[in-house]
């Protein structure tokens, strides 16, 4: 396993490491059993956040009597300070330990920048806690470049870390990630399989690695099987080949920048609708031809595309700009409702 420094920070992390928001749809006991893996191969940095639901609770109780072994970063949608102080507090009491090593600003878009960081915003709220030793280290996470770029360029002074989406298909923050790291910003790499969209791992995790941008790589991990796939990888980051090169533009031209990443950031749906769900079973029927199997699952679903009504709330909240509503007219276009 190799091991790289978070930026400035001196954090020496495992440079395949675990994103937590799939191990919301597991259990506690299946969480404990990821831990024990994650200990076994020695891939030390934990990112989870308030927004994943049951995740910071289920790993706060696999993490009790090793805490130290671990590096943990969680993060807050919290934009105020009472939100954000509040959401601190909340953290440290799910994980069950007195101090989170980074604590970041969570998917902060450009509308945010002066709430977060004027007067009475979050920002003041981690400075407060990061001099009480609640937080180490402070870090904020964005979608948009144009975001990642002011965090870099504006903020580079008091933001230790920066996490972005990067991946064979998304490259497009290059530039700016290397401007992060030469201020010593940590890069932490997320959606590096593009929201599962990416279905070779190994090609995925390498090709990041090669890329030489992001200190630390953290696809999501639900089961000890993700664990074990992830850390052989880890265990054998050869450059590419040429083909591989050559498939990765292929990758490129098949995907192109127009698909959903599954982050969930769509939601509630006005309607009741599984925004990505939907776009799922429609990728099954496409891409894998699996004709009755999505059909069927589909058809299970509680909601369906085709009863979007075009409110456009979904729109508004997506961090990638996608047109959602074309989409799932697309998907009921598929399925037939």
């Given at each position: 396993?190799?091991?790289?420094?978070?930026?400035?920070?001196?954090?020496?992390?495992?440079?395949?490491?675990?994103?937590?928001?799939?191990?919301?749809?597991?259990?506690?006991?299946?969480?404990?059993?990821?831990?024990?893996?994650?200990?076994?191969?020695?891939?030390?940095?934990?990112?989870?956040?308030?927004?994943?639901?049951?995740?910071?609770?289920?790993?706060?109780?696999?993490?009790?009597?090793?805490?130290?072994?671990?590096?943990?970063?969680?993060?807050?949608?919290?934009?105020?300070?009472q939100?954000?102080?509040?959401?601190?507090?909340?953290?440290?009491?799910?994980?069950?330990?007195?101090?989170?090593?980074?604590y970041?600003?969570?998917?902060?878009?450009?509308?945010?920048f002066?709430?977060?960081?004027?007067?009475?915003?979050?920002?003041?709220?981690?400075?407060?806690?990061?001099?009480?030793?609640?937080?180490?280290?402070?870090?904020?996470?964005?979608?948009?470049?144009?975001?990642?770029?002011?965090?870099?360029?504006?903020?580079?002074h008091?933001?230790?870390t920066?996490?972005?989406?990067?991946?064979?298909?998304?490259?497009?923050?290059?530039?700016?990630?290397?401007?992060?790291?030469?201020?010593?910003?940590?890069?932490?790499?997320?959606?590096?399989?593009?929201?599962?969209?990416?279905?070779?791992?190994?090609?995925?995790?390498?090709?990041?690695?090669?890329?030489?941008?992001?200190?630390?790589?953290?696809?999501?991990?639900?089961?000890?099987?993700?664990?074990?796939?992830?850390?052989?990888?880890?265990?054998?980051?050869?450059?590419?080949?040429?083909?591989?090169?050559?498939?990765?533009?292929?990758?490129?031209d098949?995907l192109g920048?127009?698909?959903?990443?599954?982050?969930?950031y769509?939601?509630?749906?006005?309607?009741g609708?599984?925004?990505?769900?939907?776009?799922?079973?429609?990728?099954?029927?496409?891409?894998?031809?699996?004709?009755?199997?999505?059909?069927?699952?589909?058809?299970?679903?509680?909601?369906?595309?085709?009863?979007?009504?075009?409110?456009?709330?979904?729109?508004?909240?997506?961090?990638?700009?996608?047109?959602?509503?074309?989409?799932?007219?697309?998907?009921?276009?598929?399925?037939?409702?």
């Amino acid at each position: 396993m190799k091991y790289i420094e978070l930026g400035r920070t001196g954090l020496r992390c495992a440079q395949i490491s675990f994103g937590g928001i799939p191990i919301q749809r597991a259990d506690a006991a299946n969480t404990m059993a990821v831990v024990d893996a994650l200990e076994r191969h020695g891939m030390n940095y934990i990112d989870t956040a308030r927004g994943y639901t049951v995740s910071e609770e289920y790993l706060g109780a696999a993490l009790e009597g090793r805490r130290e072994k671990f590096i943990l970063a969680t993060k807050s949608m919290a934009r105020d300070y009472q939100g954000m102080k509040a959401d601190i507090d909340r953290s440290l009491a799910n994980l069950r330990t007195t101090w989170v090593d980074v604590y970041q600003i969570h998917n902060l878009p450009m509308d945010d920048f002066a709430q977060v960081f004027g007067p009475g915003g979050a920002f003041e709220a981690l400075e407060e806690a990061k001099a009480a030793g609640k937080v180490r280290h402070i870090g904020a996470t964005a979608h948009n470049l144009d975001a990642l770029r002011r965090l870099v360029e504006e903020y580079h002074h008091c933001i230790d870390t920066v996490m972005f989406p990067y991946n064979i298909v998304e490259t497009h923050g290059t530039q700016v990630l290397r401007q992060a790291r030469a201020y010593g910003m940590g890069t932490i790499c997320m959606k590096p399989l593009a929201g599962g969209n990416l279905e070779d791992w190994d090609l995925a995790l390498r090709f990041i690695a090669q890329a030489d941008v992001m200190d630390v790589i953290i696809p999501g991990m639900g089961d000890v099987e993700e664990v074990e796939r992830n850390a052989k990888v880890a265990e054998d980051m050869r450059p590419l080949t040429p083909e591989e090169v050559e498939r990765c533009q292929a990758i490129r031209d098949e995907l192109g920048q127009h698909f959903c990443r599954r982050c969930g950031y769509c939601a509630p749906c006005t309607v009741g609708i599984e925004i990505p769900a939907n776009f799922l079973m429609a990728n099954y029927l496409r891409k894998y031809n699996l004709n009755q199997w999505a059909q069927t699952r589909y058809q299970n679903m509680a909601h369906h595309a085709g009863e979007c009504v075009g409110c456009g709330a979904c729109e508004r909240r997506c961090p990638y700009q996608l047109p959602i509503r074309e989409m799932l007219a697309d998907v009921a276009a598929v399925f037939g409702y």
